[in-house]
């Protein structure tokens, strides 16, 4: 086990409807990572907060934002929720010295959002 | 740009023979290379990293992958698999300098008794 804990586990919403999914970072972790993983696809990367600023982003649309707290924990907010966003939503924690630091990230069991 | 192949989408293989699983990279920079294991229902496993040191890496689970620069690959190995080592495993790259980790397609491993 990573210690990385996300929830919901399985979330059903209609199309146009918003949506929040929670991240509890690895104990002593600074940084919270978000990615999409698509079915029968690789993960991509949505953004990363570091110290509760975001610190890069993917190639997702602003209706994809975020928040990190100052315990470190994050929550994924997705507004306006389109079809194309059904899939497993992992965050990964790691302790990272900012700038890209090569550190290792440690992932959650991920939360399957299905848009209906 | 930053990118990573993995050169096969599914592998099969008898148990007790060896596993290759092969990726190949592209990255203007120094990069670390990663390779993570994702069974059912389950979050992503780090199985090994390459991070400038030695150019073989030692993982878990009996897992070792070579750093070939001059090829642009880490393929992933084992020399003889068991029933558990079915799973999605994933090439990973992180260009220096960047935070993100940027993930193959996933190659599925079946072992067969």
């Known amino acids: 086990e990573t210690g990385v804990t996300q929830s919901p586990t399985h979330l059903i919403k209609t199309r146009g409807q918003q949506v929040t999914l929670r991240c509890s970072s690895q104990?002593?972790?600074?940084?919270v990572s978000w990615y999409q993983q698509a079915l029968g696809q690789g993960p991509q990367f949505i953004f990363q907060y570091y110290r509760e600023e975001e610190n890069g982003r993917g190639n997702f649309p602003p209706r994809f934002s975020g928040l990190q707290f100052p315990n470190y924990s994050s929550e994924l907010n997705v507004n306006a929720l389109e079809l194309d966003d059904s899939a497993l939503y992992l965050c990964a924690s790691s302790l990272d010295g900012g700038g890209g630091a090569k550190n290792i990230q440690y992932f959650g069991a991920g939360t399957r959002l299905s848009v209906l | 740009a930053q990118s990573v192949t993995q050169l096969d989408s599914h592998v099969s293989v008898s148990e007790g023979t060896p596993v290759l699983l092969r990726c190949n990279y592209s990255?203007?920079?120094?990069?670390?290379l990663f390779w993570y294991v994702q069974h059912p229902n389950k979050g992503l496993q780090l199985l090994l990293k390459y991070t400038s040191a030695a150019t073989l890496v030692k993982g878990i689970n009996g897992f070792e992958a070579e750093f070939k620069k001059s090829e642009t690959s880490f393929h992933l190995t084992k020399p003889s698999a068991h029933m558990s080592d079915a799973a999605e495993y994933f090439c990973?790259?992180?260009?220096?300098?960047?935070?993100?980790?940027?993930f193959g397609a996933g190659t599925r491993l079946a072992v067969h008794p």
């Open positions: 990255s203007s920079y120094s990069p670390s």
């Open positions: 990973v790259v992180k260009p220096g300098g960047y935070n993100k980790l940027i």
């Open positions: 104990s002593g972790h600074n940084t």
